[in-house]
């Protein structure tokens, strides 16, 4: 089996998975929950049909695949920030400082955007794929070093392994890492090594769609009693940073 065959096959298992996490997010209302990641989901199911439909259409595609992958960049960093939400939920200090962080953090990547995207040449059709690029590889390193910390700390956040937030930001994890790797290394390889670096990517989104539909259809796990120690770090926490907000 050649790399492009490869591609050809592992995508279409990732839009199948797209399907079923989308139809099951629709069915578990998990999208009350977890609006953001509903969004993601659904949006990247959206643009990979289109993208599969128009992959003869060599312009049409390269829109469209660029625009999906525009929208999973901002959408991937509002899922991080919404998986923050749910833990410092009742600690409203904590919550501001990593909503005004995240607000910063888009308005940054999309400014760096669009200074690349307006310093191609006009002829340049790939002006907008360099633009995204750039914006990409800073929105990975964001993501994966705020994740990095979420599950370093998550004892003291009470996260368990069981929780929906662990399974989202697991799978956001995984994909976001080998996606920093790819697009780290594409401009180093020629041809042959873009084609593997394409299969790595695709086989990692389809783990994280496994992932992802593995903690969505799993019986939902009843709350921990025992979080006293977690709560206390946390307060203390956002005791510190209402401190240091109303200085």
Known sequence: MTPSDLIRD????GLTLQGLLAVAMLAK???????????YVWASFVFGVAGYT??????????VYWTGEAFGIVLGLLIVYEIFRHLFSVH??????????????????LSAGLIVFLMQPPSHTSNIGAAVQAVEQAARVIEVGLL??????????GLHWKQA????????????????????????????GALLLNVMRIAALDCSLFIWLGYLLAPPERAAT???????????????VTELINR
Not at 29 to 39: D, E, H, I, K, M
Not at 166 to 188: Q, S
């Open 165 to 192: 937030e662990f399974g989202i930001a697991l799978g956001l994890g995984f994909f976001a890492t080998i996606e920093l790797l790819v697009v780290t290394m594409r401009p180093m390889v020629d041809h042959p």
């Open 54 to 63: 128009l992959k003869t259409s060599p312009k049409p595609y390269f829109y």
């Open 148 to 157: 990095m910390i979420l599950f370093i700390c998550s004892a003291a956040f």
């Open 92 to 109: 409203v200090a904590l919550l501001r400082l990593a909503t005004i962080t995240f607000k910063i953090a888009i308005v940054v990547l």
């Open 226 to 240: 025992t979080l006293n120690v977690q709560r206390a770090q946390l307060e203390q926490w956002n005791q510190a």
């Open 10 to 13: 592992l995508g279409l298992l």
């Open 29 to 39: 209302r998990s999208w009350l929950r977890f609006p953001f990641f509903a969004a």
